[in-house]
């Protein structure tokens, strides 16, 4: 136990610096930050989705250089097959022995952070091909298999604005990913800060904090915090009370919602919830812990029904009004 604390203090302390040196070249977006690092130290994956021209590769290519992680963009189109990503066997001649023989060349997935840069605009087949090295950590090809390298950390992203010619992914596969982050516009003060940082010449030095080793170790920490059972029993609460024909269940759940979220939303609020403790310093989960990550866990695991597209209730409004109705449990 004491060397578990100290390693929550060491991520504390880590985090404390990661920040500041993402924050030499990303101005604001605290949230986003803070979620992607719960989502890396949870050995999971992320759902980034904003507006083109918010900084989403620019934050997340900076994070890999602070945690000296090899970093691959993969750029999703139409004509994007599985083979681009994962890699394929070539035919190759030995010059010594004349003899031909396959060779594997490597794709880009094999890095530590991938951004899959909108990920709906490829067919499924493709989309299958990322999400099922997301979940295996492997690559198959031919008869052999090639373990990707760790920490392995996908990220993808998607402009909720042109869905003309997309491939939605379906929720099945949305549940995949761990956090649902969504990148908003800085306030004034933000946007002003930016405008100055970009408009002249800079260079910025990052260091790097953690690297791969240590993220490991850290991760395998996030899994020994500890959990109350009222905790366990508030993230229950709120993921029951997201399913329109469980008892109990608010109205306004039955109104608007067509199907709630699975036990793996329950899952990824107790992992989270123990990561952001680690961030924050504490070396146990709170309710806070789950309260907070209710948003970004919760809103692309809910499939809202005719009324609440006629009404324009989002599944964000849903879930801060779940958590207005659902008490914090007590220790006790």
Same mark, same amino acid.
């Given at each position: 136990?004491?060397?578990?604390?100290?390693?929550?203090?060491?991520?504390?302390?880590?985090? !404390?610096?990661?920040?500041?040196? %993402?924050?030499?070249?990303?101005?604001?977006?605290?949230?986003?930050?803070?979620?992607?690092?719960? +989502?890396?130290?949870?050995?999971?994956?992320?759902?980034?989705?904003?507006?083109? *021209?918010?900084?989403?590769?620019?934050?997340?290519? +900076?994070?890999?250089?602070?945690?000296?992680?090899?970093?691959?963009?993969?750029?999703?189109?139409?004509?994007?097959?599985?083979?681009?990503?994962?890699? !394929?066997?070539?035919?190759?001649?030995?010059?010594?022995?004349?003899?031909?023989?396959?060779?594997?060349?490597?794709?880009?997935?094999?890095?530590?952070?991938?951004?899959?840069?909108?990920?709906?605009?490829?067919?499924?087949?493709?989309?299958?091909?990322?999400?099922?090295?997301?979940?295996? =950590?492997?690559?198959?090809?031919?008869?052999?298999?090639?373990?990707?390298?760790?920490?392995?950390?996908?990220?993808? +992203?998607?402009?909720?604005?042109?869905?003309?010619?997309?491939?939605?992914? &379906?929720?099945?596969?949305?549940?995949?990913?761990?956090?649902?982050?969504?990148?908003?516009?800085?306030?004034?003060?933000?946007?002003?800060?930016?405008?100055?940082?970009?408009?002249?010449?800079?260079?910025?030095?990052?260091?790097?904090?953690?690297?791969? =080793?240590?993220?490991?170790?850290?991760?395998?920490?996030?899994?020994?915090?500890? %959990?109350?059972?009222?905790?366990?029993?508030?993230?229950?609460?709120? %993921?029951?009370? +997201?399913?329109?024909?469980?008892?109990?269940?608010?109205?306004?759940?039955?109104?608007?919602?067509?199907?709630?979220? *699975? &036990? =793996?939303? *329950?899952?990824?609020?107790?992992?989270?919830?123990?990561?952001?403790?680690?961030?924050? *310093?504490?070396?146990?989960?709170?309710?806070?812990?789950?309260?907070?990550?209710?948003?970004?866990?919760?809103?692309?695991?809910?499939?809202?029904?005719?009324?609440?597209?006629?009404?324009?209730?989002? !599944?964000?409004?849903?879930?801060?009004?779940?958590?207005?109705?659902?008490?914090?449990?007590?220790?006790?």
């Amino acid at each position: 136990m004491p060397d578990d604390i100290k390693a929550a203090e060491k991520l504390a302390e880590a985090t !404390t610096k990661l920040k500041e040196e %993402v924050g030499k070249v990303i101005v604001g977006q605290f949230d986003v930050i803070e979620q992607l690092l719960i +989502t890396l130290f949870s050995n999971a994956h992320g759902f980034m989705v904003g507006v083109p *021209g918010l900084a989403k590769t620019l934050i997340v290519s +900076t994070l890999a250089r602070v945690l000296h992680l090899s970093f691959k963009r993969i750029q999703f189109t139409p004509d994007l097959m599985p083979s681009d990503i994962t890699g !394929t066997d070539i035919m190759q001649e030995d010059p010594n022995t004349n003899r031909r023989e396959f060779v594997f060349s490597r794709g880009p997935i094999f890095a530590n952070m991938i951004l899959a840069d909108e990920i709906n605009r490829t067919p499924p087949k493709t989309q299958a091909a990322l999400l099922e090295s997301m979940q295996e =950590r492997q690559v198959t090809a031919g008869r052999h298999t090639y373990q990707l390298d760790r920490p392995f950390f996908v990220l993808a +992203t998607q402009n909720p604005i042109e869905q003309e010619g997309t491939y939605p992914l &379906p929720e099945a596969q949305l549940d995949r990913f761990m956090l649902s982050i969504l990148v908003d516009y800085p306030d004034a003060e933000q946007e002003l800060a930016i405008y100055k940082a970009t408009t002249v010449a800079q260079a910025h030095e990052i260091r790097p904090i953690l690297n791969a =080793r240590e993220i490991i170790d850290l991760q395998q920490t996030v899994l020994r915090v500890p %959990v109350g059972d009222h905790v366990y029993r508030y993230a229950l609460e709120l %993921v029951r009370k +997201t399913r329109p024909d469980e008892p109990g269940v608010p109205k306004f759940a039955q109104d608007w919602l067509e199907l709630g979220a *699975g &036990p =793996r939303a *329950g899952q990824n609020l107790i992992l989270g919830a123990k990561a952001r403790a680690l961030i924050h *310093g504490r070396f146990y989960a709170a309710c806070e812990d789950v309260e907070q990550l209710a948003l970004p866990v919760l809103r692309h695991r809910l499939i809202t029904n005719f009324n609440a597209e006629t009404e324009g209730v989002t !599944t964000d409004a849903i879930v801060q009004r779940l958590l207005k109705e659902v008490p914090k449990q007590s220790e006790e």
